[in-house]
Protein backbone atom coordinates (compact mmCIF):
# COMPACT_ATOMS: atom_id res chain seq x y z
CA UNK A 1 0.00 0.00 0.00
CA UNK A 2 1.23 3.19 -1.13
CA UNK A 3 1.19 6.29 1.80
CA UNK A 4 0.45 9.55 0.73
CA UNK A 5 2.78 12.01 2.70
CA UNK A 6 1.85 15.19 0.71
CA UNK A 7 0.41 18.00 3.41
CA UNK A 8 -2.76 19.08 2.59
CA UNK A 9 -3.81 22.42 2.35
CA UNK A 10 -5.61 23.98 5.59
CA UNK A 11 -8.35 26.92 5.95
CA UNK A 12 -5.14 29.50 6.11
CA UNK A 13 -3.79 28.11 2.20
CA UNK A 14 -8.23 28.35 1.34
CA UNK A 15 -8.37 31.92 2.68
CA UNK A 16 -4.93 33.20 1.55
CA UNK A 17 -6.23 31.82 -1.99
CA UNK A 18 -8.75 34.39 -1.91
CA UNK A 19 -6.63 37.25 -1.17
CA UNK A 20 -4.49 36.22 -4.19
CA UNK A 21 -7.86 35.78 -5.99
CA UNK A 22 -8.06 40.25 -6.21
CA UNK A 23 -5.24 40.73 -8.14
CA UNK A 24 -5.75 38.28 -10.45
CA UNK A 25 -9.30 39.63 -11.62
CA UNK A 26 -8.66 42.76 -11.37
CA UNK A 27 -5.89 41.92 -13.94
CA UNK A 28 -8.61 41.46 -16.49
CA UNK A 29 -11.26 43.54 -14.65
CA UNK A 30 -9.04 46.71 -15.77
CA UNK A 31 -9.31 46.25 -19.78
CA UNK A 32 -13.05 46.06 -19.81
CA UNK A 33 -13.38 49.40 -17.64
CA UNK A 34 -11.13 51.03 -19.74
CA UNK A 35 -13.14 50.34 -23.16
CA UNK A 36 -16.31 51.47 -21.28
CA UNK A 37 -14.21 54.21 -20.03
CA UNK A 38 -12.49 55.52 -23.38
CA UNK A 39 -15.26 57.54 -24.63
CA UNK A 40 -15.62 60.05 -21.34
CA UNK A 41 -11.91 60.28 -20.80
CA UNK A 42 -11.28 61.33 -23.87
CA UNK A 43 -13.91 63.85 -24.37
CA UNK A 44 -12.44 64.84 -20.85
CA UNK A 45 -8.48 64.61 -21.53
CA UNK A 46 -9.08 65.70 -25.19
CA UNK A 47 -7.08 62.82 -26.19
CA UNK A 48 -6.24 62.75 -30.32
CA UNK A 49 -7.01 59.14 -32.04
CA UNK A 50 -3.31 57.97 -31.37
CA UNK A 51 -3.45 59.11 -27.69
CA UNK A 52 -6.59 56.84 -27.49
CA UNK A 53 -5.09 53.88 -29.39
CA UNK A 54 -1.66 54.49 -26.39
CA UNK A 55 -3.98 54.49 -23.73
CA UNK A 56 -5.61 51.48 -24.70
CA UNK A 57 -2.61 49.08 -25.86
CA UNK A 58 0.33 50.76 -23.58
CA UNK A 59 -0.98 48.42 -20.37
CA UNK A 60 -0.96 45.52 -22.48
CA UNK A 61 2.73 46.10 -23.95
CA UNK A 62 4.13 46.85 -20.88
CA UNK A 63 2.33 43.97 -19.32
CA UNK A 64 3.83 41.35 -21.73
CA UNK A 65 7.08 42.61 -21.72
CA UNK A 66 7.78 42.53 -18.15
CA UNK A 67 6.05 38.80 -17.82
CA UNK A 68 9.32 37.23 -18.16
CA UNK A 69 11.52 39.59 -16.01
CA UNK A 70 9.12 40.08 -12.78
CA UNK A 71 8.35 35.60 -12.99
CA UNK A 72 12.56 35.35 -12.26
CA UNK A 73 12.78 38.44 -10.02
CA UNK A 74 10.02 36.78 -7.64
CA UNK A 75 12.15 33.28 -7.55
CA UNK A 76 14.97 35.62 -6.67
CA UNK A 77 13.83 38.13 -3.96
CA UNK A 78 10.93 36.51 -2.51
CA UNK A 79 7.12 36.27 -4.38
CA UNK A 80 5.41 37.42 -1.91
CA UNK A 81 7.50 40.36 -1.51
CA UNK A 82 7.55 40.61 -5.23
CA UNK A 83 3.58 40.62 -5.12
CA UNK A 84 2.99 43.19 -2.30
CA UNK A 85 5.55 45.68 -4.20
CA UNK A 86 3.41 45.42 -7.27
CA UNK A 87 0.13 45.59 -5.17
CA UNK A 88 1.63 49.11 -4.09
CA UNK A 89 2.70 50.02 -7.55
CA UNK A 90 -0.60 49.03 -8.92
CA UNK A 91 -2.98 50.58 -6.21
CA UNK A 92 -0.40 54.23 -6.92
CA UNK A 93 -0.66 53.82 -10.28
CA UNK A 94 -4.63 53.41 -10.34
CA UNK A 95 -5.00 56.43 -8.21
CA UNK A 96 -2.70 58.50 -10.64
CA UNK A 97 -4.97 57.34 -13.65
CA UNK A 98 -7.94 58.43 -12.22
CA UNK A 99 -7.04 61.59 -11.44
CA UNK A 100 -4.72 62.48 -15.02
CA UNK A 101 -4.94 66.05 -16.29
CA UNK A 102 -4.22 65.23 -19.66
CA UNK A 103 -3.92 62.49 -21.88
CA UNK A 104 -0.15 61.97 -21.62
CA UNK A 105 0.00 62.02 -18.44
CA UNK A 106 -2.97 58.67 -18.42
CA UNK A 107 -0.57 56.69 -20.59
CA UNK A 108 2.47 57.29 -18.28
CA UNK A 109 0.25 55.70 -16.04
CA UNK A 110 -1.09 52.75 -17.72
CA UNK A 111 2.54 52.02 -18.22
CA UNK A 112 3.07 52.05 -14.79
CA UNK A 113 -0.21 50.24 -14.34
CA UNK A 114 0.97 47.10 -16.75
CA UNK A 115 4.44 47.38 -15.05
CA UNK A 116 3.03 46.33 -11.68
CA UNK A 117 0.90 43.92 -13.69
CA UNK A 118 3.20 41.92 -14.78
CA UNK A 119 4.73 41.44 -10.88
CA UNK A 120 0.88 40.54 -9.79
CA UNK A 121 -0.21 36.97 -12.20
CA UNK A 122 3.27 35.31 -12.23
CA UNK A 123 3.29 35.74 -8.72
CA UNK A 124 -0.21 34.47 -7.50
CA UNK A 125 0.02 31.72 -9.57
CA UNK A 126 3.62 30.54 -7.93
CA UNK A 127 2.53 31.32 -4.73
CA UNK A 128 0.09 29.02 -5.56
CA UNK A 129 1.99 25.95 -6.11
CA UNK A 130 4.27 27.28 -2.74
CA UNK A 131 0.64 26.75 -0.75
CA UNK A 132 -1.07 23.73 -2.23
CA UNK A 133 1.24 20.56 -2.74
CA UNK A 134 -1.40 18.03 -3.40
CA UNK A 135 -1.94 17.57 -7.14
CA UNK A 136 -5.64 17.88 -6.73
CA UNK A 137 -5.73 20.76 -4.62
CA UNK A 138 -3.62 22.35 -6.79
CA UNK A 139 -5.54 21.75 -9.27
CA UNK A 140 -8.52 22.77 -7.87
CA UNK A 141 -6.92 26.73 -6.78
CA UNK A 142 -5.71 27.54 -10.02
CA UNK A 143 -9.30 26.22 -11.46
CA UNK A 144 -10.62 29.07 -8.94
CA UNK A 145 -7.41 31.24 -10.02
CA UNK A 146 -8.42 30.91 -13.54
CA UNK A 147 -11.68 31.63 -13.48
CA UNK A 148 -11.12 34.88 -12.02
CA UNK A 149 -10.11 36.26 -15.14
CA UNK A 150 -13.67 35.12 -16.22
CA UNK A 151 -14.96 36.58 -12.97
CA UNK A 152 -13.39 40.04 -13.88
CA UNK A 153 -14.51 40.07 -17.81
CA UNK A 154 -18.47 39.72 -16.40
CA UNK A 155 -18.41 42.52 -13.94
CA UNK A 156 -16.27 44.35 -15.37
CA UNK A 157 -18.36 46.20 -17.74
CA UNK A 158 -21.39 45.85 -15.25
CA UNK A 159 -19.77 48.06 -12.60
CA UNK A 160 -17.82 50.36 -15.17
CA UNK A 161 -21.23 51.11 -16.35
CA UNK A 162 -22.55 51.64 -12.93
CA UNK A 163 -19.64 54.04 -11.81
CA UNK A 164 -19.75 55.58 -15.77
CA UNK A 165 -23.39 57.05 -14.99
CA UNK A 166 -23.12 58.34 -11.49
CA UNK A 167 -19.63 59.71 -11.75
CA UNK A 168 -17.09 60.42 -13.48
CA UNK A 169 -14.67 58.63 -15.60
CA UNK A 170 -11.91 58.31 -13.16
CA UNK A 171 -13.93 55.98 -10.71
CA UNK A 172 -13.19 53.14 -13.08
CA UNK A 173 -9.71 53.42 -11.81
CA UNK A 174 -10.05 53.71 -8.17
CA UNK A 175 -12.03 50.38 -7.86
CA UNK A 176 -8.66 48.14 -8.03
CA UNK A 177 -7.30 50.59 -4.84
CA UNK A 178 -9.32 49.02 -2.48
CA UNK A 179 -8.11 45.14 -2.81
CA UNK A 180 -4.99 46.20 -3.45
CA UNK A 181 -4.74 48.00 0.34
CA UNK A 182 -6.83 44.25 1.35
CA UNK A 183 -3.63 42.30 -0.24
CA UNK A 184 -1.53 44.40 1.86
CA UNK A 185 -2.60 44.10 4.97
CA UNK A 186 -3.52 40.27 4.70
CA UNK A 187 -0.93 38.98 2.04
CA UNK A 188 1.74 38.94 5.07
CA UNK A 189 -0.52 37.92 7.28
CA UNK A 190 -1.90 34.87 4.81
CA UNK A 191 0.77 34.23 2.19
CA UNK A 192 3.89 32.44 2.76
CA UNK A 193 7.50 33.45 1.55
CA UNK A 194 9.07 31.52 -1.40
CA UNK A 195 12.93 32.74 -2.93
CA UNK A 196 15.23 30.75 -4.22
CA UNK A 197 18.33 31.05 -2.01
CA UNK A 198 20.84 30.17 -4.39
CA UNK A 199 19.84 32.28 -7.33
CA UNK A 200 22.43 34.49 -8.72
CA UNK A 201 22.36 38.39 -9.21
CA UNK A 202 18.93 39.16 -11.72
CA UNK A 203 21.06 40.52 -15.46
CA UNK A 204 20.33 43.32 -16.54
CA UNK A 205 21.29 43.18 -19.80
CA UNK A 206 18.84 40.64 -20.22
CA UNK A 207 16.45 42.69 -18.96
CA UNK A 208 16.76 45.20 -21.26
CA UNK A 209 17.11 42.23 -24.29
CA UNK A 210 14.24 40.32 -23.44
CA UNK A 211 11.92 44.11 -23.73
CA UNK A 212 13.71 44.68 -27.10
CA UNK A 213 12.84 41.21 -27.63
CA UNK A 214 8.77 41.41 -26.65
CA UNK A 215 7.84 44.87 -26.95
CA UNK A 216 8.51 45.48 -30.96
CA UNK A 217 7.33 42.07 -32.00
CA UNK A 218 3.59 42.80 -29.75
CA UNK A 219 3.41 46.41 -30.99
CA UNK A 220 4.37 45.81 -34.81
CA UNK A 221 1.77 42.80 -34.58
CA UNK A 222 -0.89 45.14 -33.29
CA UNK A 223 0.03 48.08 -35.55
CA UNK A 224 -0.36 45.48 -38.68
CA UNK A 225 -3.36 44.07 -37.62
CA UNK A 226 -4.92 47.31 -37.24
CA UNK A 227 -3.45 49.75 -40.14
CA UNK A 228 -2.64 47.09 -42.37
CA UNK A 229 0.77 46.69 -44.12
CA UNK A 230 3.17 48.95 -42.96
CA UNK A 231 7.16 49.51 -43.46
CA UNK A 232 7.42 50.50 -39.54
CA UNK A 233 5.52 47.69 -37.94
CA UNK A 234 7.36 44.95 -40.36
CA UNK A 235 10.89 46.65 -39.54
CA UNK A 236 9.58 46.20 -35.43
CA UNK A 237 9.20 43.06 -35.70
CA UNK A 238 12.82 41.95 -37.69
CA UNK A 239 13.86 43.94 -35.31
CA UNK A 240 12.54 42.08 -31.95
CA UNK A 241 13.43 38.89 -33.46
CA UNK A 242 16.73 39.66 -34.00
CA UNK A 243 17.19 41.09 -29.98
CA UNK A 244 15.41 37.65 -29.52
CA UNK A 245 18.61 35.47 -31.14
CA UNK A 246 20.46 37.44 -28.89
CA UNK A 247 18.74 36.78 -25.99
CA UNK A 248 18.31 33.59 -26.54
CA UNK A 249 22.38 33.95 -27.04
CA UNK A 250 23.06 35.30 -23.61
CA UNK A 251 20.65 32.71 -21.74
CA UNK A 252 23.00 30.26 -22.97
CA UNK A 253 25.77 31.48 -21.66
CA UNK A 254 24.93 32.96 -18.03
CA UNK A 255 25.28 30.58 -14.97
CA UNK A 256 22.37 32.62 -13.99
CA UNK A 257 20.19 32.93 -16.83
CA UNK A 258 17.08 35.72 -16.46
CA UNK A 259 15.20 32.69 -18.53
CA UNK A 260 16.39 28.70 -17.89
CA UNK A 261 16.10 27.64 -21.67
CA UNK A 262 16.17 24.10 -19.97
CA UNK A 263 12.57 24.19 -18.98
CA UNK A 264 12.12 23.43 -22.42
CA UNK A 265 14.39 20.48 -22.93
CA UNK A 266 10.82 18.41 -22.40
CA UNK A 267 8.01 18.09 -25.06
CA UNK A 268 5.69 18.20 -23.03
CA UNK A 269 5.92 21.55 -21.47
CA UNK A 270 6.47 22.79 -25.12
CA UNK A 271 3.50 21.00 -26.04
CA UNK A 272 1.26 22.92 -23.17
CA UNK A 273 2.91 26.36 -24.11
CA UNK A 274 2.20 25.98 -27.54
CA UNK A 275 -1.66 24.72 -26.81
CA UNK A 276 -1.87 27.56 -24.29
CA UNK A 277 -0.64 30.14 -26.92
CA UNK A 278 -2.81 28.42 -29.65
CA UNK A 279 -5.73 28.55 -27.84
CA UNK A 280 -5.46 32.21 -26.83
CA UNK A 281 -4.44 33.38 -29.98
CA UNK A 282 -7.48 31.40 -31.68
CA UNK A 283 -10.49 31.80 -28.99
CA UNK A 284 -9.43 34.91 -28.11
CA UNK A 285 -9.64 36.33 -31.84
CA UNK A 286 -12.54 34.51 -32.02
CA UNK A 287 -14.12 36.06 -29.18
CA UNK A 288 -13.01 40.05 -29.85
CA UNK A 289 -14.63 39.45 -33.34
CA UNK A 290 -18.12 38.61 -32.12
CA UNK A 291 -17.61 41.66 -29.81
CA UNK A 292 -17.48 43.58 -32.67
CA UNK A 293 -20.47 42.03 -34.73
CA UNK A 294 -22.70 42.32 -31.35
CA UNK A 295 -21.84 45.75 -31.67
CA UNK A 296 -22.10 47.06 -35.27
CA UNK A 297 -24.03 44.23 -36.94
CA UNK A 298 -26.45 43.57 -34.25
CA UNK A 299 -26.23 47.72 -33.12
CA UNK A 300 -25.73 46.58 -29.43
CA UNK A 301 -24.27 48.81 -26.97
CA UNK A 302 -20.72 48.48 -25.69
CA UNK A 303 -22.59 47.52 -22.45
CA UNK A 304 -25.23 45.30 -23.86
CA UNK A 305 -23.00 43.52 -26.09
CA UNK A 306 -20.46 42.77 -23.08
CA UNK A 307 -23.20 41.38 -21.26
CA UNK A 308 -24.42 39.42 -24.54
CA UNK A 309 -21.01 37.28 -23.50
CA UNK A 310 -21.42 36.94 -20.18
CA UNK A 311 -23.42 33.72 -20.44
CA UNK A 312 -20.13 32.61 -22.16
CA UNK A 313 -17.96 33.94 -19.50
CA UNK A 314 -20.29 31.80 -16.68
CA UNK A 315 -19.79 28.89 -18.52
CA UNK A 316 -16.08 29.05 -18.39
CA UNK A 317 -15.99 29.64 -15.09
CA UNK A 318 -18.05 26.22 -14.37
CA UNK A 319 -15.98 24.65 -17.18
CA UNK A 320 -12.83 25.79 -14.95
CA UNK A 321 -14.21 24.07 -11.53
CA UNK A 322 -14.97 20.85 -13.19
CA UNK A 323 -11.92 20.41 -15.12
CA UNK A 324 -9.07 19.51 -11.85
CA UNK A 325 -12.34 17.37 -10.61
CA UNK A 326 -12.08 15.33 -14.34
CA UNK A 327 -8.11 15.28 -14.50
CA UNK A 328 -7.72 12.63 -11.90
CA UNK A 329 -10.38 10.25 -13.84
CA UNK A 330 -9.40 11.19 -17.32
CA UNK A 331 -5.99 11.48 -18.98
CA UNK A 332 -4.54 15.45 -19.41
CA UNK A 333 -4.30 14.70 -23.15
CA UNK A 334 -7.54 13.06 -23.46
CA UNK A 335 -9.18 16.09 -21.41
CA UNK A 336 -7.65 18.65 -23.28
CA UNK A 337 -8.24 17.49 -26.71
CA UNK A 338 -11.50 16.75 -25.95
CA UNK A 339 -11.82 20.49 -24.53
CA UNK A 340 -10.34 21.87 -27.65
CA UNK A 341 -13.32 19.79 -29.89
CA UNK A 342 -15.99 21.26 -27.65
CA UNK A 343 -14.26 24.55 -28.62
CA UNK A 344 -14.68 23.94 -32.41
CA UNK A 345 -18.07 22.80 -32.36
CA UNK A 346 -18.69 26.07 -30.79
CA UNK A 347 -16.93 28.01 -33.47
CA UNK A 348 -18.07 25.52 -36.16
CA UNK A 349 -22.34 27.08 -34.59
CA UNK A 350 -20.92 30.44 -35.11
CA UNK A 351 -20.47 30.13 -38.35
CA UNK A 352 -24.30 29.73 -38.95
CA UNK A 353 -24.47 33.32 -37.67
CA UNK A 354 -26.06 35.61 -40.16
CA UNK A 355 -26.73 39.81 -40.33
CA UNK A 356 -30.90 38.92 -39.94
CA UNK A 357 -29.82 36.00 -37.35
CA UNK A 358 -30.26 37.70 -34.29
CA UNK A 359 -26.98 37.86 -31.08
CA UNK A 360 -28.55 33.94 -30.04
CA UNK A 361 -26.75 31.85 -31.88
CA UNK A 362 -23.78 34.06 -31.42
CA UNK A 363 -24.56 34.11 -27.92
CA UNK A 364 -24.68 30.31 -27.94
CA UNK A 365 -21.66 29.50 -29.83
CA UNK A 366 -19.51 31.18 -27.35
CA UNK A 367 -20.93 30.11 -24.66
CA UNK A 368 -20.68 26.18 -25.98
CA UNK A 369 -16.75 27.18 -27.17
CA UNK A 370 -15.77 28.91 -23.40
CA UNK A 371 -16.86 25.28 -22.14
CA UNK A 372 -14.00 23.71 -23.50
CA UNK A 373 -11.91 26.36 -21.90
CA UNK A 374 -11.40 25.08 -18.57
CA UNK A 375 -9.56 21.73 -19.08
CA UNK A 376 -7.12 23.56 -21.31
CA UNK A 377 -6.18 26.51 -19.22
CA UNK A 378 -6.56 25.21 -16.15
CA UNK A 379 -4.88 21.89 -16.82
CA UNK A 380 -2.29 23.17 -19.10
CA UNK A 381 -1.05 25.75 -16.50
CA UNK A 382 -1.32 23.79 -13.76
CA UNK A 383 0.84 21.46 -15.91
CA UNK A 384 3.33 23.97 -16.80
CA UNK A 385 3.55 25.18 -13.29
CA UNK A 386 3.28 22.50 -11.40
CA UNK A 387 5.76 20.33 -13.39
CA UNK A 388 9.26 23.32 -12.74
CA UNK A 389 11.46 22.69 -9.86
CA UNK A 390 10.39 24.87 -7.37
CA UNK A 391 12.89 27.64 -7.63
CA UNK A 392 12.06 28.40 -10.77
CA UNK A 393 7.79 28.52 -10.68
CA UNK A 394 7.94 31.67 -11.17
CA UNK A 395 9.50 31.50 -14.15
CA UNK A 396 7.29 28.79 -15.73
CA UNK A 397 3.84 30.95 -14.38
CA UNK A 398 5.51 33.70 -16.55
CA UNK A 399 6.03 31.93 -19.17
CA UNK A 400 2.86 30.47 -19.24
CA UNK A 401 1.28 34.07 -18.62
CA UNK A 402 3.40 35.69 -21.34
CA UNK A 403 2.18 32.41 -23.83
CA UNK A 404 -1.51 34.21 -23.64
CA UNK A 405 -0.47 37.90 -24.28
CA UNK A 406 1.59 36.87 -27.45
CA UNK A 407 -1.40 34.28 -28.51
CA UNK A 408 -3.78 37.06 -28.51
CA UNK A 409 -1.37 39.39 -29.95
CA UNK A 410 -1.02 36.52 -32.82
CA UNK A 411 -4.51 36.13 -33.76
CA UNK A 412 -5.25 39.65 -33.81
CA UNK A 413 -2.42 39.98 -36.24
CA UNK A 414 -3.00 36.58 -38.09
CA UNK A 415 -6.20 36.21 -38.27
CA UNK A 416 -7.87 39.52 -38.36
CA UNK A 417 -5.29 39.80 -41.49
CA UNK A 418 -7.05 36.90 -42.69
CA UNK A 419 -10.63 38.00 -41.92
CA UNK A 420 -9.78 41.99 -43.46
CA UNK A 421 -8.88 39.96 -47.02
CA UNK A 422 -11.84 38.07 -46.70
CA UNK A 423 -14.45 41.44 -45.89
CA UNK A 424 -12.78 43.36 -48.63
CA UNK A 425 -12.85 40.85 -51.21
CA UNK A 426 -16.80 39.68 -50.16
CA UNK A 427 -17.44 43.99 -50.29
CA UNK A 428 -16.21 44.60 -53.66
CA UNK A 429 -18.72 45.07 -56.12
CA UNK A 430 -21.56 44.68 -53.77
CA UNK A 431 -22.20 48.42 -52.70
CA UNK A 432 -24.72 49.97 -55.16
CA UNK A 433 -23.92 52.90 -57.22
CA UNK A 434 -25.85 55.44 -55.65
CA UNK A 435 -23.99 55.52 -52.77
CA UNK A 436 -21.14 58.61 -52.69
CA UNK A 437 -17.96 57.18 -53.79
CA UNK A 438 -16.10 58.74 -50.10
CA UNK A 439 -18.70 56.59 -48.48
CA UNK A 440 -18.44 53.66 -50.66
CA UNK A 441 -14.18 53.67 -50.65
CA UNK A 442 -14.69 53.89 -46.29
CA UNK A 443 -16.89 51.17 -46.41
CA UNK A 444 -14.56 49.03 -48.41
CA UNK A 445 -12.02 48.83 -45.37
CA UNK A 446 -13.58 48.13 -42.57
CA UNK A 447 -17.11 47.75 -41.12
CA UNK A 448 -16.69 50.63 -38.64
CA UNK A 449 -15.26 53.14 -41.23
CA UNK A 450 -18.66 51.96 -43.27
CA UNK A 451 -20.97 52.45 -39.63
CA UNK A 452 -19.25 56.08 -39.62
CA UNK A 453 -19.64 57.06 -43.28
CA UNK A 454 -23.22 55.85 -42.99
CA UNK A 455 -24.13 58.37 -39.73
CA UNK A 456 -24.05 60.86 -42.17
CA UNK A 457 -26.38 59.65 -45.10
CA UNK A 458 -30.01 59.76 -45.55
CA UNK A 459 -31.47 56.54 -44.43
CA UNK A 460 -31.93 54.77 -47.92
CA UNK A 461 -28.50 55.42 -48.78
CA UNK A 462 -27.19 54.60 -45.10
CA UNK A 463 -28.44 50.97 -45.61
CA UNK A 464 -27.51 50.70 -49.14
CA UNK A 465 -24.43 51.23 -47.49
CA UNK A 466 -24.73 48.78 -44.34
CA UNK A 467 -26.11 45.79 -45.85
CA UNK A 468 -23.34 44.87 -47.83
CA UNK A 469 -21.06 45.89 -45.30
CA UNK A 470 -22.47 43.96 -42.20
CA UNK A 471 -22.92 41.02 -45.19
CA UNK A 472 -19.08 40.71 -45.79
CA UNK A 473 -17.90 41.48 -41.75
CA UNK A 474 -20.45 38.03 -41.26
CA UNK A 475 -18.19 36.28 -43.51
CA UNK A 476 -15.37 38.02 -42.15
CA UNK A 477 -15.82 36.30 -38.85
CA UNK A 478 -17.43 33.06 -40.49
CA UNK A 479 -13.46 33.21 -42.04
CA UNK A 480 -12.15 33.25 -38.71
CA UNK A 481 -14.29 30.58 -36.54
CA UNK A 482 -13.96 28.43 -39.51
CA UNK A 483 -10.24 28.86 -39.35
CA UNK A 484 -9.74 28.76 -36.16
CA UNK A 485 -11.50 25.40 -35.39
CA UNK A 486 -9.45 23.57 -38.52
CA UNK A 487 -6.05 25.18 -36.38
CA UNK A 488 -7.22 24.11 -33.13
CA UNK A 489 -8.12 20.70 -34.62
CA UNK A 490 -4.41 20.57 -35.56
CA UNK A 491 -3.50 20.95 -31.98
CA UNK A 492 -5.58 18.86 -30.10
CA UNK A 493 -3.76 15.61 -32.46
CA UNK A 494 -0.30 17.17 -31.14
CA UNK A 495 -1.67 17.56 -27.72
CA UNK A 496 -2.90 13.64 -27.82
CA UNK A 497 0.07 12.67 -29.69
CA UNK A 498 2.41 14.29 -26.93
CA UNK A 499 0.55 13.67 -23.86
CA UNK A 500 -0.22 10.69 -24.41
CA UNK A 501 2.00 9.01 -21.94
CA UNK A 502 0.97 11.52 -18.55
CA UNK A 503 -1.66 9.31 -16.62
CA UNK A 504 -4.63 11.20 -15.05
CA UNK A 505 -3.92 10.90 -11.28
CA UNK A 506 -0.35 12.84 -10.03
CA UNK A 507 0.49 13.91 -13.40
CA UNK A 508 2.54 16.66 -12.02
CA UNK A 509 4.53 15.12 -10.02
CA UNK A 510 5.29 12.46 -12.73
CA UNK A 511 5.99 15.26 -14.88
CA UNK A 512 8.13 17.00 -12.44
CA UNK A 513 10.31 14.17 -12.46
CA UNK A 514 10.74 13.82 -15.77
CA UNK A 515 11.73 17.53 -16.02
CA UNK A 516 14.49 17.45 -12.72
CA UNK A 517 15.88 14.59 -14.61
CA UNK A 518 16.81 16.28 -17.76
CA UNK A 519 18.01 19.64 -16.04
CA UNK A 520 20.33 17.60 -13.95
CA UNK A 521 23.81 18.14 -14.45
Not at 369 to 396: Q, R, W
Not at 415 to 421: A, D, K, Q, V
Not at 470 to 494: K, Q
Amino acid sequence: MIIDNTPRAGRREWIGLAVLALPTLLVSFDVFVVLLALPHLSEALGASSTQQLWIMDIYGFMLAGFLITMGTLGDRIGRRKLLLIGAAAFGSASILSAFSTSAAMLIAARALLGIAGATLTPSTLSLISNMFHDPRERARAIGIWGGCFSVGAIIGPVVGGVLLSHFWWGSVFLLGVPAMVLLLVLGPLLLPEYRNSEAGRLDLISVVLSLAMILPIIYGIKELARDGWQLLPALAIIAGGVFGIVFVHRQRRLPDPLLDLDLFSSGVLSTTLLCLLSYSMLSGTSMAFIGQHLQLVEGLSPLLASLAMAPGMLVSIVSFQLAPWLSHRVRPAHLIATGLLVTIAGLVVITFASPTSGPAILVFGFALSTLGSGPVVTLGTDLVVGSAPAEKTGAAAALSQASNEFGISLGIGTLGSIGTLVYRTRIAGTIPPDVPTPASQAARDTLASATAAASHLPNHLAMDLLVPAREAFTSELHAIAATSAVLLLGVAVLVVFMLRRVRPKRFQEDYKEETLSKMAP
